[in-house]
Nanobody, 126 residues
Framework: VQLQASGGGSVQAGDSLRLSCAASGRTFSSGAMAWFRQAPGKEREFLAAIRWGDTKTYYADSVKGRFAMSRDNAKNMAYLQMNSLKPEDTALYYC????????????????????WGQGTQVTVSS
């Protein structure tokens, strides 16, 4: 199973980026997919998750209203549209996949996700 994240880059504050996550070898259509990020010297932080069977997407307060996650089950892809980027958004961004459907209270927990991509770097300058 592989998760391949792409779309990162270096941008100015206020710009937008769209990250993509391609899953191969396994489908996560019955589980969940999520995005996390890790800045230098900080712990990995939950950003967003979509769970199978849900109509809502779960977001961290730090990105709610600026980031939007979507997924395409047919293509086994997940996306993270990031708008109004800030320098504090600078981090390595990871996509993650859970084969089984996590309970709501676990969606923000890294341990709920078995598969992880290699990360894509996002750098936002002021």
């Amino acid at each position: 199973v592989q998760l391949q994240a792409s779309g990162g880059g270096s941008v100015q504050a206020g710009d937008s980026l769209r990250l993509s996550c391609a899953a191969s070898g396994r489908t996560f259509s019955s589980g969940a997919m999520a995005w996390f990020r890790q800045a230098p010297g900080k712990e990995r932080e939950f950003l967003a998750a979509i769970r199978w069977g849900d109509t809502k997407t779960y977001y961290a307060d730090s990105v709610k209203g600026r980031f939007a996650m979507s997924r395409d089950n047919a293509k086994n892809m997940a996306y993270l549209q990031m708008n109004s980027l800030k320098p504090e958004d600078t981090a390595l961004y990871y996509c993650a996949g859970a084969v089984s459907r996590p309970i709501t209270s676990n969606l923000r927990n890294q341990a709920a996700y078995t598969y992880w991509g290699q990360g894509t770097q996002v750098t936002v300058s002021s």
